[in-house]
């Protein structure tokens, strides 16, 4: 969906290094998301937020942190890339009202040697 | 915690024949939707249940959601080539928690 948009779209880092994975919507969705997707584990959520001053964890939180920069910007950070966050890293929009229906964006692909 | 569980992993198919993606959850659900993810794509909605028993229809798709609001079914009816992907389950909770399902890849040979 054009209007969720992730940067960059493949990035191959090396251990220990910072990252920032980037997303931007469009839609005026106030929910946000970011999950991480391996092969047979399907989407697993990392954090989320309702609003710019509302940030959860998810699931698997340990290792990432998430900035709310504006409510149309969630930003993922890696401080620390370790290989097994190796994966392929989704953002996704929600709207208030009607939370469920998640709008993803096109996706991230990290590789961390 | 909350678990969904979706079978199976994979479903490898002759174009035609049908295919059914079953999905189950640990607790009982308010709402469980389903998602296609294509190859090299992202996750898109196809629909959501919400009522105990339903069930939709999208062309050659049916959704069902169980009696007790436990598990549902993705059917597809004489697949085709543009079915393949992964399909996701994920199931909501009354008090808005989502979780997915590990989905189910299909192919389909011509």
């Known amino acids: 969906d054009a209007d969720v948009t992730q940067t960059p779209r493949n990035r191959i880092t090396k251990t220990g290094k910072r990252i920032m994975l980037e997303c931007s919507q469009t839609?005026?969705?106030?929910?946000m998301y970011w999950y991480r997707q391996d092969p047979g584990l399907g989407l697993q959520l990392i954090y989320y937020?309702?609003?710019?001053?509302?940030?959860n964890k998810g699931e698997i939180s340990d290792g990432y942190s998430v900035s709310r920069q504006a409510q149309a910007k969630f930003s993922l950070s890696l401080e620390s890339a370790i290989p097994n966050q190796t994966a392929l890293y989704f953002c996704?929009?929600?709207?208030?009202?009607?939370?469920?229906?998640?709008?993803f964006g096109p996706g991230t692909r990290l590789t961390v040697l | 915690g909350q678990q969904v569980m979706q079978i199976p992993q994979y479903q490898h198919v002759q174009e035609g024949e049908d295919f059914t993606t079953y999905c189950n959850s640990s607790?009982?659900?308010?709402?469980i939707q389903w998602y296609k993810q294509r190859p090299g794509g992202h996750p898109v909605f196809l629909i959501q249940?919400?009522?105990?028993?339903e069930v939709k229809k999208q062309k050659r798709l049916t959704f069902q959601f169980g009696e007790a609001k436990k598990n549902s079914s993705l059917h597809i009816t004489a697949t085709q080539t543009t079915d393949v992907g992964t399909y996701f389950c994920?199931?909501?909770?009354?008090?808005?928690?989502?979780?997915f399902g590990q989905g189910t890849i299909l192919t389909v040979h011509p």
């Open positions: 996704a929009t929600a709207v208030r009202g009607r939370p469920d229906t998640q709008y």
């Open positions: 839609k005026g969705h106030d929910r």
């Open positions: 937020s309702f609003d710019v001053k509302d940030i």
């Open positions: 607790t009982t659900l308010s709402n």
């Open positions: 249940l919400v009522k105990s028993g």
């Open positions: 994920a199931g909501i909770t009354s008090y808005g928690k989502l979780t």
